[in-house]
């Protein structure tokens, strides 16, 4: 599955996408634990998932071929 990240994300791992080692679809907090599990630097991070351009909710499927970002947040004024 590949994933864009953004921000603070994209500066631990050093890449703005990442190819991630799914068995296919899975929901998004699934996608989250795979996420620590092949990149343990981000373990404890907080982010949300965005899946073709909608952040979705934990227990909401996301497939292979779905576009998917994770967005940490953001504070500006």
Known sequence: MKVMLFAGLKEKTGE???ILDTPG???AGELKQAI???FPSLEG??????CNE????DDQMVNED?????IPPVSGG
């Open 16 to 18: 703005s996408r990442i």
């Open 25 to 27: 679809a899975m929901t």
């Open 54 to 57: 909608s952040f979705v909710k």
């Open 36 to 38: 620590y599990t092949q």
């Open 45 to 50: 991070d907080v982010f949300q998932v965005a």
């Open 66 to 70: 779905d576009e998917v970002a994770l």
